[in-house]
């Protein structure tokens, strides 16, 4: 099975960059869509962004659309989200979450319980 490392949060300033990266041991991605969520303190974790293995289909929350940028580079079994522009109200724990998806790829589940394998989460905190 597939295990997930997130790292890259931190605290940043309104309008600043982050990039989350998603390591994974145990199984190639290649075999996996995977998804970013996110949870900020006293809400559900809700859906951020999704790609598919090849990296062909991907889709986001209208939230984050044109701010946001989900990438994958299977050779180093790493899925990345690239954030820019950034708003306090996308501060929250982003975790990423894999999908064993063995045919259908453009199936992009957006529902965390459609995800068997997670990472920890990495801390995204944006101040005003």
């Known amino acids: 099975q597939v295990h997930l490392v997130e790292s890259g949060g931190g605290l940043v300033q309104v309008g600043d960059s982050l990039r989350l990266s998603c390591a994974a041991s145990?199984?190639?991605?290649?075999?996996?869509?995977m998804a970013w969520f996110r949870q900020a303190p006293g809400t559900e974790r809700e859906f951020v962004a999704v790609?598919?293995?090849?990296?062909?289909?991907?889709t986001y929350t209208d939230s984050v659309k044109g701010r946001f940028s989900v990438s994958r580079d299977n050779a180093r079994n790493t899925v990345y989200l690239q954030q820019n522009t950034l708003k306090p109200e996308d501060t929250a724990v982003y975790y990423c979450?894999?999908?064993?998806?063995?045919?259908?790829?453009?199936?992009?589940?957006?529902?965390?319980?459609?995800?068997?394998?997670w990472g920890q989460g990495t801390q995204v905190t944006v101040s005003s």
């Open positions: 145990g199984d190639s991605l290649s075999h996996y869509n």
């Open positions: 979450a894999a999908r064993l998806q063995a045919s259908r790829e453009w199936l992009l589940e957006t529902q965390d319980d459609q995800y068997g394998y």
């Open positions: 790609v598919s293995r090849s990296g062909d289909y991907i």
